[in-house]
């Protein structure tokens, strides 16, 4: 089965260090995702990407946080410099963009701990 | 900002019964999409609605999409130990947005 491929699984770190977590989406789809989830706040989606273009990146920092394409098989969140508040699964999802609307296809997370 | 509201927040059923849950919203979606995750993963697309009326099925499970747009339910009969997990609901708002919102997730526990 086709599968979103995220790495790192885990991720611990110090504050003030610069995390990258990578996705792979699944071949073929145009759409790519960047949620977080955490218990209070649930699944909060911090960037949209189409065709590799960044449509929406409403809910993420600006000040830390970035998002990019840099092909159509690799989409990588960068956090610099990381915080204690941005522990949480980092989730990347994949869609194929057709007529009838999009699905999201989840990878398995990067579960980040900044201490 | 658009909220949906999903319950319940927790069952606990005995092995063989039927499941209920639902999202409902003030705001008017054109996709409602279920998932359900399992500790340490991620969501897993379990059924996907596309218009309003719409009832679709995936073995035991069954969702269907309201007739406002504001709400979606999704039934899971005969429940069995391996249903256990968080069901999610996903609002996809008007196009243009492609943006989904999420519910906060049913966490449902099956007793054998």
């Known amino acids: 089965d086709a599968r979103v491929t995220q790495t790192p699984r885990h991720k611990v770190t110090e504050m003030g260090q610069e995390v990258t977590m990578r996705c792979q989406p699944i071949?073929?789809?145009?759409?790519v995702f960047w949620y977080r989830q955490t218990m209070m706040q649930g699944l909060e989606l911090l960037a949209y990407?189409?065709?590799?273009?960044?449509?929406?990146d409403s809910g993420m920092p600006k000040d830390r946080f970035s998002a990019e394409m840099p092909d159509a098989t690799l989409a990588t969140l960068k956090i610099q410099p990381s915080e204690p508040r941005d522990s949480a699964v980092y989730f990347c999802a994949s869609g194929p963009l057709d007529l009838q609307g999009e699905k999201l296809f989840f990878g398995s997370g990067t579960q980040l701990s900044v201490l | 900002g658009q909220q949906l509201n999903q319950s319940p927040q927790s069952m606990f059923i005995q092995e063989g019964e039927d499941v209920s849950m639902n999202c409902t919203s003030s705001s008017i979606f054109n996709t409602w999409l279920w998932y359900k995750q399992e500790p340490g993963e991620g969501p897993v697309l379990l059924i996907a609605l596309y218009k309003a009326g719409e009832l679709t099925s995936n073995g035991r499970l069954t969702a269907q999409f309201g007739i406002t747009r504001k709400d979606s339910f999704l039934n899971i009969s005969a429940s069995i130990p391996s249903d256990v997990g968080i069901y999610f609901c996903?609002?996809?708002?008007?196009?243009?947005?492609?943006?989904?919102?999420f519910g906060t997730g049913t966490r449902l526990k099956v007793l054998a």
């Open positions: 996903a609002g996809q708002l008007p196009s243009g947005t492609y943006k989904y919102i």
């Open positions: 071949l073929g789809h145009n759409t």
């Open positions: 990407f189409r065709n590799r273009a960044p449509l929406d």
